[in-house]
C-alpha cells in the first residue's frame, strides 16, 4: 500500500520536473535572471511566493527554471558514466578473458579514486565549470556501473535460454542484441534513476568547494551554496533549492527501486 | 600456495593502482597550465624576477624535459620519496603523515556510525508490526531516502546552526582528536553513508526474510526478531560490506568538503590547497595515500565478505 | 524496540559530550595575560616570512612579530618607528636613516645598520623569491651601514614612495641571523622585534604565537609601554566564512577577518559582537576595462557599459547597508584620493545611444547586440579566491544590467591559478583585481604603461592595459618629485585621466573588516590595515 503510495507521489513529481525541464515558462513565466535589488530577500509571501534571494530575484521562478541545469547536469554525468560503464562492462562480460582481466584492473584503478579527488585533478586540469563537474561525476560513477554490467552479463550469458539460442545456431552479435541486451540493461536503468540524484548532490559539493557552475545560472547546486551564507538570516534562501534537490534525488530512488523490483 | 598467489595479486594490484594514479595526476597537473614555479615561488600570480624562475627551476628539475621529469618522480615513489612540496618546502611524506591520523580517524568514527545508524533503522524498519510500526516503517524509508541524498556541506551548517550557535552544545570548528569538536565532523558525514547502507541492508533482509533458511528457522520457533538476527541479516549485510569499501573512499571524498566546513585538517584539505596552488609533489602524494588506502580496506572487505558468507569459497585464486 | 535503542544510540553521545564541553561564564573584565584566538579567512601563508612572496595574509600575521622601519599615521603622515628619523639629499638620491638604539630581535641579535642592509639584500636576492617586498624597494640600489645607528640608502633614481614602501609588512625588519638559517627555517618561524613570537605552527590549523617580554615598545601609535598585554596568541584558519561566524558566536575564538555582510550588520549596538572597520589602503575595489582588444579599444563602449551598470542598490542591499560607494581609483584612506560620481551615474538612453554610435546597431535573437556578426561579448573571470560571495552576486546584477544596454557578460568563477592564467593569456575584457599598496604609488604599479609588460610568470599589473604616454609622464613626475605638493596635484591630475578614460568602474574601498568578541583594545596599523594585538585584552 505504502510502496504504490510513493510510487504514485514519485511519479508525480518526476512529472512536475519534467514539465520544468522542457517548458520551465508553464510553470514559472518570468525571468530567471531578472534582478530587482529592492526586493532582495524578500521573505516568501505575496509577490514572491517562495521568496526572493540576495539579488531580489524570484526563487519559484530560479528552481523552475534550474530544474533543466540541474537534472541535466545530473543526467549528463550519469550518462557519461553508464556509457563509459557500458563499453567496459560489455568488452569485460562479453570479450576474451584476457580483456576481462585488464578491464577489472581499470574498473580497480577507477574505483581507488574517490569521486571529489578525481573532481579536484579534472578542475585543476580543465578549470572549474559545469564541464568539469560533469565528467568527474561521471568517470567517477563509470566503475560502478561497469562492475553491475559485467556481472550481469556474464550471469545472463551464461543462462539457459542464451544457451539454447546459441545452440540453435543463432549468431553471437544476434544472441548479444537479441538476449543478452535486454536482460542486462534493464537492472542498469534501475540504478542510473538512482545514481541522477546521486550524481546532482556531487555537483553541488563542487559549487561548495568553488569549483562547480557558473553563475547567475539557477542551478540547483548553486543556489544552494550561495543561500548558505545566509542561512541564519534568510532560511528560505537554502531551503528552497534544498528542497528540490532532496525531493528530485528522493523521487527518481524510488522510482529507481521500483523498477528494480519489477526487473528481479 | 593458493593464499601466496593470492596475497601476491593484490600486491600486484596495489602496486599498479600506485603506477597508474601518480601517472594520472603527474600528467593531469603539468597539462593544467598554471606553472609550478609560481607554486615554488609564492603562489599564483607572484611577480618574481626571471633570475629566480630560472633558479627555482633548475632546483626543483622543471627544466628538465619532462619524460626525465615523469621518470624522476615515478623512482621517487617506488623508493618512497614523495619529494619536498613546493609550496611549502618540506618533505611530501612529512605532510601526509601530520594529516592522515585526522582524517582517518574521522573517516573511520563516520564509518561505524554509518553501520551503527544503517543497521538500526533496518532492522526498525524490517522488524516492524501492525499499522503503527508499519507508518512508522515508512517515514524511516522515506529518512534513508533523504539522507542518502543530502549533501555534505548543507547538513554541516544546518548542525552548526543547531548544535552549534544556537544551543551550543559543540564546537563549530574541530582539530586534532577532541573529541567534542568531533561530533559534528563525524554526523555530517556518516548520514549521507548511513542512508545509502540501510537501504542496501533493508533491501537483502527483505529477500533474505522470505528465504527458505528463513521461513524454516520461524518455523521452529524462533522469534522474529531472533531470527532477523541470527539470520537474515547475516545476508543482509553482504551487500553492504561488500560496498563498504567504495562508502570509505567517498568518505574520503565527503573528508573534503567536511574539513573546509569545520576548519578542520587533514587529508582533505591538503588535497585541495595543493591542487589549487598546483603543488605537484603533495597532490601525488595525497592522491596515492588515499587511492592505497582503499586497497588496503577493500583487502580487508574481502576478508570479511569470506567471513560472512559461507558461500564465498576460502580462497578465490 | 530496536526504534528505541535506535534513539538511545542517538542521544548518549550527544549527551556524553555536552556534558564534556562545559559551559562559560559572562563577566566582562579585561585581564592581563591569557589567550587570544583569532580566525582568519585568508589562505594560509605557505611561508611566514613576508619577503617570500609577498601577500595579504603574510602582512597580516607577520604584524604581531615583524616591525617596519617606519609607521604612518591616520592623516597619512610617517612615524618613527625602528628608525627614529630620516633625512633626503637634495637630488633626492641619498637617505639617511637614524636607528633607533639599543633594540634586539627577538632571538638576541643587535637591530643596527647592518641588519638593515641585510634585510634590503634580502629582499632583492632572486632567491627569495620576493614580489611585492622586491617591487617596493625596485629603487634601492644599495644600503651602507654607516655606523651602527646610521644607515644610508642610495637611490637609481628619486623615490617619492620610498617611505611609504617600507612602512609596508612586506619591507619589515627580520634578524639577520635568522635568515642567515636558511629559507626553510626563516619561513617557519622568522623572527623579528614585534610583540609577539612564532612558536609554533601546525599546518591547516594554527601557528601559535607567545608574548616578547621583552618588546621595545616602539609601535609610534602603541597604547601603552611595555609588553602586551595577553600572553598568547592562537592564529587559527577557517576558511568557511558561516563557520567563522560560528565559532566566534559561540566563544571559540575572540576575533575574525572577513565577516559575512548579514554579520557585519548584526555587530555593534547591543550585540556583544564590535566591529572594526579599517579600509585597505592602495587601489579601491574596482572593475577594470581591457582598453587594448574590442569591444572595449573603443571608448564609447567602455562608456556605454560603465552608464548601463546600476550598482548602488545592489551595494546597499548584498552588503545590508556596511558599505559606501566610490567613485574613485584609490582607496578613501588614501588623502590624495580624488572622485569624480558624475562620470558613473547610471543613464541607459546614454548607453544605447553611445552603443548605436559606436557601430553596435544590430541585436540578436538573445537580446545581445552584434555588429558584423559578432556578439558584444564581455568575458569577466571571477576569481572565488578574491573576490566574496557578496561580491560575487554583485557582479551578477552588473551582468543584468549590460544585458538591457546589450552587453552579454561572461562571469567566470576561477581559482587562483586559472584566473592568473586568464589575465596572463588578455582572455578577458573585464576583470576586478584588489591591490594594496600604501600611498598613490599604487597608481604607477597599475596604470603606467611598464605595467603591461608580463613578469615571466605572465603576471601584468595594469590589466586595463592602458598605455598613455600622458599619463606615463604624469605618474614618472609624480614619482621622482620631492615637492609634496606637487606630487599631490600630479596624482590627482593621475587619477582624472584614469577615471575619464573610462577603463575603471570603480566600486567600494576594498573590505577589510573585523569582528572582536571578548576582547578588547585591538587597533589596526595605518600601513596595511592589519590588526595588531599590543593593546588587545580578553575580557572574562
Known sequence: MTGRVSTALSTAVVALIAVAVVWPGLLAPGDPTAVDPLSAFASPGPGHWLGADESGRDLWTRVVHGAAASVGIGAAATGIGVGAGLVLGLAAGLGPRWLDAAVGRVIEVLFALPTLVLALLLVAVQGAGVRSSVLAVGA?????????????????????????????????????????????????????????????????????LGLGALPPSPEWGAMLNAGRLYLDSAWWLTVVPGTAITLTAAALTVLGRRIGRVSA | MAWLRWALARIGSALLVAWVVATVVFFALRAAGGDPTEAILGGPGSQAGPEAVAAARAEYGLDRPLVVQYLTQLWRVLTFDLGDSYARRVPVGDLLAEQLPGTFLLAVLALVLAWVLALAVATAAVGARGPVGRACAAVLRGVEVVAAVVPHFWLGAVLILVFSTTLGWFPATSSG???????????????????????????????????????TARARGGSAVGVLWRHSLRHGVLPAVALSGWAFGSLLSGAVVVETLFGRPGLGRLLLDATLSRDVPVVIGAVLVVALAYVVVMLVVDLLERVLDPRVPEVVA | MARQSLVALAVVPVLL??????????????????????????????????????????????????????????????????????????????WDFTLENGVTFTDGTPFDADAVRVNIEHLQDPDTGSSTGYLAVQKVASVEAVDATHARFHLTEPDSALLESLSQQWTAMESPAGIERGMDAN???????????????????????????????????????????????????????????????????????????????????????????????????????????????????????????????????????????????????????????????????????????????????????????????????????????????????????????????????????????????????????????????????????????????GYFANHAELTDPALDDLLDRAATTSDADERSELYQQAQQTILESYTVLPLYDQLNRFLVRDAEGVRTLNTVATPTFLDARVLS
Request: hydrophobic share 40%; proline share 7%.
Open chain 1, 140 to 208: 567517477a560513477t563509470a566503475p560502478g556501473y561497469a562492475r553491475i554490467l559485467r556481472a550481469r552479463v556474464r550471469t545472463v550469458a551464461a543462462s539457459g535460454y542464451v544457451e539454447a539460442a546459441r545452440l540453435e545456431g543463432h549468431g553471437r552479435v544476434r544472441v548479444v542484441v537479441r538476449h543478452v541486451l535486454p536482460n542486462t540493461l534493464w537492472p542498469l536503468v534501475s540504478v542510473a534513476t538512482l545514481g541522477i540524484g546521486q550524481a546532482v548532490v556531487w555537483v553541488c559539493a563542487l559549487s561548495f
Open chain 2, 177 to 215: 582528536s577532541d573529541p567534542a569538536g568531533l561530533v559534528l565532523p563525524t554526523v555530517t558525514l556518516a548520514v549521507p553513508v548511513a542512508g545509502f547502507l540501510g537501504q542496501l541492508i533493508r533491501d537483502a533482509v527483505l529477500e533474505a526474510e522470505t528465504a527458505p533458511f528463513a521461513v
Open chain 3, 17 to 94: 559530550v555536552a556534558a564534556c564541553s562545559g559551559a562559560t561564564s559572562e563577566d566582562a573584565t579585561p585581564q592581563d595575560g591569557g589567550t587570544l584566538v583569532y580566525a582568519t579567512g585568508d589562505a594560509e601563508p605557505t611561508c611566514l616570512d613576508p619577503h617570500v612572496g609577498g601577500n595579504y595574509p603574510q602582512a597580516l600575521i607577520s604584524t604581531q612579530y615583524l616591525e617596519p622601519l617606519v609607521g604612518r599615521s591616520e592623516d597619512g603622515t610617517i612615524l618613527p618607528w625602528l628608525a627614529s628619523a630620516w633625512e633626503v639629499s637634495d637630488d633626492g638620491l641619498t
Open chain 3, 187 to 457: 619561513c617557519a618561524a622568522p623572527v623579528g622585534t614585534g610583540p609577539f613570537v612564532v612558536d609554533s605552527w601546525t599546518p591547516q590549523q594554527q601557528v601559535d604565537l607567545v608574548r616578547n617580554d621583552d618588546y621595545a615598545g616602539l609601535d609610534p601609535e602603541a597604547g601603552h609601554d611595555g609588553p602586551a598585554y595577553v600572553e598568547q596568541i592562537v592564529w587559527r584558519f577557517i576558511p568557511d566564512a558561516a563557520t567563522r561566524y560560528a565559532a566566534l558566536r559561540s566563544g571559540e575564538v575572540q576575533m575574525i577577518d572577513n565577516p559575512q555582510p548579514d554579520a557585519v550588520a548584526a555587530a555593534g549596538g547591543d550585540s556583544d559582537i564590535a566591529l572594526i572597520d579599517a579600509p585597505r589602503p592602495g587601489a579601491s575595489n574596482r572593475i577594470e576595462l581591457n582598453a587594448a582588444q574590442a569591444p572595449f579599444d573603443d571608448i564609447r563602449v567602455r562608456e556605454a557599459f560603465v552608464r548601463s551598470a546600476d550598482i548602488d542598490a545592489g551595494i546597499d542591499t548584498l552588503f545590508a547597508g556596511t558599505v559606501q560607494r566610490s567613485s574613485s581609483v584609490l582607496s578613501s584612506v588614501e588623502p590624495d584620493v580624488y572622485s569624480e560620481p558624475d562620470l558613473f551615474t547610471v543613464d541607459l538612453d546614454r548607453a544605447n545611444e553611445l552603443l548605436d554610435e559606436a557601430g553596435w546597431t544590430e541585436r540578436d535573437a538573445d537580446g545581445y547586440r552584434t555588429k558584423d556578426g559578432e556578439r558584444l561579448t564581455v568575458r569577466f573571470p571571477v576569481s572565488t579566491n578574491q573576490s566574496v560571495a557578496a561580491e560575487q552576486s554583485l557582479f551578477e546584477q552588473i551582468q543584468a544590467g549590460a544585458k538591457q544596454a546589450g552587453f552579454d557578460v561572461v562571469l567566470t568563477p576561477l581559482d587562483l591559478s586559472g584566473w592568473y592564467a586568464a589575465l596572463g593569456a588578455h582572455e578577458y575584457e573585464a576583470v576586478s583585481a584588489p591591490y594594496t599598496k600604501v600611498g598613490p604609488d599604487v597608481l604607477r604599479i597599475l596604470y603606467h604603461s611598464d605595467g603591461t609588460v608580463p613578469a615571466p610568470s
